[in-house]
């Protein structure tokens, strides 16, 4: 069998696996999301988002060194004890699946916008989580090797931003710093949400190579470029569109593509959105993996396989559930935003504090008794 | 299920097995008339009677060469004395009937004396080869024109000639438990991961059937993912080929009557080298390899992506061309993936006809087939004009790599993907070649990787796999056969730095 266990990932493929996992649904409808928050200075949420998340990135990483032989569901067990550690790991399960609902759901309405208005939803949602299954269920060795070959897509994709270039008005970024600081607050949340993939350092640790600072460097290296990568196409497409058309536009990325014809080939926005697929294939694949892994250490199964099975099915039928219609979905991310924010935001730093002052006093005091 | 086991195994051993591992008997009339029975009185197994009837030559007519058994065994018979015939000649003595057996079946004439259990055997089997000649499905244009044939020893031969190194390591076998098909295993010793060839060997091992045909059946019996359509293992009958994948690390099959050779691990690239891209320079070297791997992706996926270009996403054609396209597609009264399949269908019957066909015949079946058909079923409207380009090209491209099982493969691809491309149009390709990629990369031959220098990346090793860089440069052998000397070669272009020297 391929991916054989104990096999880690060196720290190349870590570092595309983080990117892959963190650019995925969102990259379409970031830049209208942060311009919703905090008009032309959505980038700078974007900066600070970025900023924030690598905060959090140290506090994980603190967390993390202390375990170095599990993951988060091993630490959580260990720092609360097996009751309340199984009941939190679970709910950790609960929300990667739920993550991956969203990305079904935006997935399913994107192209259901943009190229196959008469598909049903529930085809192109069983078709995306089966490939993820297919691609989970080969191992994390043989993920992160294609996660590492796709990434040249993100390339070609910036690539094609990059004809909107010449149209670039830069004066629609001004005037600068306008925005309130809750309107930037809310652009943090809006960013975050696109970057909440970050999150899998905590199940990618113990598996990669090198010493923990080599890791935390890779993760940093990766949350750069990720904000980089996002702040490079919020630019190009505030640039693009001025403050009033943006309010317009809420895929402003493939509406900058449309709009551009080359000699070849027109619509160069649905190469793009094809494109955008495979990102999302991936993060979705990951978030996969997280929850399976999740459900395997819980129920000390070393059967992987069958809960991903059964996490594939889950997240086609809540999002079947749901469905694609504006309101559930609307009703359904912003639960999503603020579950994330705890998820993501509150425990990893509380786990941190709890980890580093609590338990280590704990731990010393027993020592010291023993 | 026991029973049942133990029943077949009886039933493929020899139906006397106690009677074959006796040794021979001192009575001539015994062993004469034992030999005669084992064979089961065969018209074409000889015995001839000599000196009165005290001793008997056997051989069979079929597979002794006459003129051999006059130099081998009636030259010196006339010289020598009996006793010295046993002791002094070329022959070789055996006790045991089942090698005399064994070595008449072989083409060997067995020599009998009354009162000896010994039976001496000569060497005498005759031996028909066909030339060495450039096999007809692996043409190159400069470069060695030699092949493999039908005959072992003169293949591995041809691999010797090219590789005189004491490590070059030849293991035979004997596989098919009716047939009893030799197969050698070749490998240079201190460059192949000994892990591989034990590998190669235990999976040898294993195969337990009645006959092996050809090199496809050991294929199938000892390759990794049995159920993809990929092949994973090389099939090739240059002897150059071969030499230089043993260099690499690799590990050859060869066997008896077949003049195909399997090397292992292969990966996925391999299959688009040709030793024509190192007898050319190696700018139109990385020219030709560049072709080739976009043949791959013209052969899977342009008929594809026409389809779902014209059923979905007809506003990507750029304006100046939408209307010849519109045209073309207008009167046709089927849908884009009925064209498409007819079209890949015809041209599949074209090209199996072709080569079933003696080649005068063959031709024209491409005449008709091609272009008759072809432009019949444009101005019958069946098919439109850009499909025809579309198919074509694509079975162009095809036809384009080096390796005729990726060939087959890479058109038997093109009909999953034209199905989801007519479901889902572009979404659909993107999930084909996801599923794809995923197949690919989990996919491994040996141990080692299918998808090697890509999926997993490795950098150095893109520069003999998308282009072909100057061989100067290529110091290390590919990670994907993990040879155990990794280094190829030192500073091959040194007389520069020297001439500078001496400046």
């Given at each position: 069998m391929p991916g054989k266990k104990n096999e880690k990932i060196t720290r190349r493929q870590f570092f595309f696996v983080v990117i892959q996992t963190?650019?995925?649904?969102?990259?379409?409808?970031?830049?209208?999301?942060?311009?919703?928050?905090?008009?032309?200075?959505?980038?700078?949420?974007?900066?600070?988002?970025?900023?924030?998340?690598?905060?959090?990135?140290?506090?994980?990483?603190?967390?993390?060194?202390?375990?170095?032989?599990?993951?988060?569901?091993?630490?959580?067990?260990?720092?609360?004890?097996?009751?309340?550690?199984?009941?939190?790991?679970?709910?950790?399960?609960?929300?990667?699946?739920?993550?991956?609902?969203?990305?079904?759901?935006?997935?399913?309405?994107?192209?259901?916008?943009?190229?196959?208005?008469?598909?049903?939803?529930?085809?192109l949602s069983s078709c995306l989580a089966f490939i993820s299954f297919y691609l989970i269920s080969s191992g994390l060795v043989v993920m992160a090797?294609?996660?590492?070959?796709?990434?040249?897509?993100?390339?070609?994709?910036?690539?094609?931003?990059?004809?909107?270039?010449?149209?670039?008005?830069?004066?629609?970024?001004?005037?600068?710093?306008?925005?309130?600081?809750?309107?930037?607050?809310?652009?943090?949340?809006?960013?975050?949400?696109?970057?909440?993939?970050?999150?899998?350092?905590?199940?990618?640790?113990?598996?990669?190579?090198?010493?923990p600072v080599q890791r935390l460097k890779t993760m940093s290296l990766a949350n750069l470029f990720v904000v980089t990568f996002y702040l490079l196409v919020v630019l190009i497409t505030f640039g693009y569109f001025s403050t009033a058309e943006m309010a317009l536009v809420p895929q402003p990325v493939l509406y900058l593509l449309k709009g551009i014809e080359l000699k070849i080939i027109s619509r160069v926005d649905l190469f793009l959105l094809s494109m955008w697929i495979v990102s999302v294939a991936t993060s979705f694949s990951t978030y996969l993996y997280m929850s399976s892994i999740g459900l395997s250490v819980l129920f000390h199964s070393k059967k992987i396989r069958r809960f991903a099975f059964f996490s594939t099915m889950l997240a086609i039928s809540i999002s079947i559930y749901i469905g694609i219609e504006e309101q559930p979905i609307d009703k359904f991310s912003l639960l999503m935003t603020n579950l994330s924010i705890a998820f993501t935001g509150v425990i990893p730093l509380l786990l941190m504090v709890y980890a580093v002052v609590v338990y280590r006093i704990v731990r010393r005091k027993k020592d010291g008794k023993a | 299920?026991?029973?049942?086991?133990?029943?077949?195994?009886?039933?493929?051993?020899?139906?006397?097995?106690?009677?074959?591992?006796?040794?021979?008997?001192?009575?001539?009339?015994?062993?004469?008339?034992?030999?005669?029975?084992?064979?089961?009185?065969?018209?074409?197994?000889?015995?001839?009677?000599?000196?009165?009837?005290?001793?008997?030559?056997?051989?069979?007519?079929?597979?002794?060469?006459?003129?051999?058994?006059?130099?081998?065994?009636?030259?010196?018979?006339?010289?020598?004395?009996?006793?010295?015939?046993?002791?002094?000649?070329?022959?070789?003595?055996?006790?045991k009937r089942k090698d005399v057996i064994q070595f008449l079946l072989k083409g060997h004439a067995a020599f009998a004396i009354d009162g000896s259990a010994d039976i001496v055997l000569f060497s005498t089997t005759s031996t028909f080869n066909r030339s060495?000649?450039?096999?007809?499905?692996?043409?190159?244009?400069?470069?060695?024109?030699?092949?493999?044939i039908d005959n072992l020893m003169i293949n591995i031969n041809l691999i010797r000639k090219r590789i005189e190194n004491k490590n070059l390591t030849v293991n035979?076998?004997?596989?098919?438990?009716?047939?009893?098909?030799?197969?050698?295993?070749?490998?240079?010793?201190?460059?192949?991961?000994?892990?591989?060839?034990?590998?190669?060997?235990?999976?040898?091992?294993?195969?337990?059937?009645?006959?092996?045909?050809?090199?496809?059946?050991?294929?199938?019996?000892?390759?990794?993912?049995?159920?993809?359509?990929?092949?994973?293992?090389?099939?090739?009958?240059?002897?150059?080929?071969?030499?230089?994948?043993?260099?690499?690390?690799?590990?050859?099959?060869?066997?008896?009557?077949?003049?195909?050779?399997?090397?292992?691990?292969?990966?996925?690239?391999?299959?688009?080298?040709s030793p024509d891209d190192y007898n050319s320079r190696w700018f139109t070297g990385t020219f030709i390899r560049l072709i080739r791997l976009?043949?791959?992706?013209?052969?899977?996926?342009?008929?594809?992506?026409?389809?779902?270009?014209?059923?979905?996403?007809?506003?990507?054609?750029?304006?100046?061309?939408?209307?010849?396209?519109?045209?073309?597609?207008?009167?046709?009264?089927?849908?884009?993936?009925?064209?498409?399949?007819?079209?890949?269908?015809?041209?599949?019957?074209?090209?199996?006809?072709?080569?079933r066909l003696p080649t005068p015949v063959g031709q024209t079946i491409g005449i008709v087939g091609g272009l008759v058909i072809g432009d019949a079923i444009v101005r019958a409207g069946l098919v439109s004009n850009f499909m025809?380009?579309?198919?074509?090209?694509?079975?162009?491209?095809?036809?384009?790599?080096?390796?005729?099982?990726?060939?087959?493969?890479?058109?038997?691809?093109?009909?999953?993907l034209i199905i989801l491309s007519a479901t889902l149009g572009f979404v659909g390709i993107v999930f084909g070649m996801l599923i794809l990629l995923i197949h690919l990369s989990r996919m491994e031959s040996f141990g080692s990787p299918y998808f090697s220098p890509l999926a997993p990346l490795h950098v150095k090793d893109l520069k003999d796999t998308f282009v072909r860089l100057p061989l100067f440069k290529m110091n290390n052998r590919p990670t994907d056969a993990k040879a155990v000397k990794k280094k190829t070669q030192g500073k091959s272009r040194g007389w520069i730095t020297n001439a500078r020297q001496k400046k």
């Open positions: 963190e650019i995925g649904v969102g990259v379409l409808s970031l830049p209208f999301d942060l311009h919703q928050a905090a008009k032309q200075d959505g980038w700078i949420s974007l900066l600070l988002a970025g900023l924030v998340i690598q905060i959090i990135i140290l506090a994980m990483w603190l967390t993390a060194r202390m375990f170095p032989h599990v993951d988060l569901f091993g630490i959580l067990p260990r720092l609360f004890g097996r009751g309340i550690g199984s009941v939190l790991s679970f709910v950790y399960c609960l929300y990667f699946i739920a993550v991956c609902v969203l990305a079904l759901l935006l997935f399913g309405r994107m192209l259901h916008l943009w190229i196959l208005p008469n598909t049903p939803f529930w085809i090797r294609i996660y590492t070959f796709v990434s040249i897509l993100l390339f070609i994709m910036f690539a094609l931003l990059l004809a909107g270039v010449n149209d670039m008005q830069l004066i629609y970024l001004l005037p600068i710093g306008q925005a309130t600081m809750p309107e930037l607050a809310k652009g943090i949340q809006g960013a975050g949400l696109a970057m909440l993939g970050f999150i899998s350092f905590y199940i990618l640790y113990p598996q990669t190579e090198g010493t | 299920m026991n029973f049942f086991k133990s029943r077949t195994k009886k039933s493929n051993q020899s139906a006397n097995p106690e009677k074959e591992d006796l040794p021979n008997s001192t009575s001539l009339k015994e062993n004469v008339t034992y030999l005669a029975e084992a064979f089961q009185r065969s018209s074409d197994l000889k015995f001839r009677v000599l000196e009165e009837g005290s001793a008997v030559l056997i051989y069979f007519e079929s597979l002794a060469d006459q003129e051999k058994i006059q130099d081998k065994f009636f030259k010196p018979y006339m010289q020598l004395t009996k006793d010295e015939l046993m002791t002094k000649s070329s022959g070789r003595k055996m006790d060495v000649d450039e096999p007809d499905n692996e043409k190159i244009v400069r470069g060695s024109h030699e092949g493999f035979f076998s004997k596989l098919g438990e009716i047939s009893a098909t030799k197969v050698a295993v070749v490998y240079i010793d201190g460059i192949a991961n000994p892990k591989i060839v034990k590998k190669v060997k235990d999976r040898l091992k294993t195969i337990s059937v009645d006959y092996i045909i050809s090199p496809g059946f050991i294929e199938e019996f000892i390759e990794d993912h049995a159920y993809s359509p990929f092949p994973q293992m090389i099939n090739t009958e240059r002897p150059d080929k071969t030499a230089a994948n043993l260099l690499e690390g690799r590990v050859a099959i060869l066997a008896e009557g077949s003049s195909t050779c399997l090397i292992a691990p292969a990966t996925f690239f391999a299959f688009y080298q976009f043949s791959f992706i013209i052969a899977i996926g342009l008929p594809a992506f026409y389809i779902s270009v014209v059923g979905f996403h007809f506003e990507v054609i750029p304006q100046d061309l939408v209307i010849p396209v519109k045209s073309s597609i207008n009167d046709i009264a089927y849908p884009p993936i009925v064209e498409a399949l007819v079209m890949v269908v015809i041209i599949e019957l074209i090209r199996e006809a072709g080569i025809i380009i579309v198919v074509a090209l694509t079975a162009i491209a095809s036809f384009v790599v080096p390796s005729n099982e990726m060939s087959t493969t890479l058109r038997l691809l093109t009909f999953p």
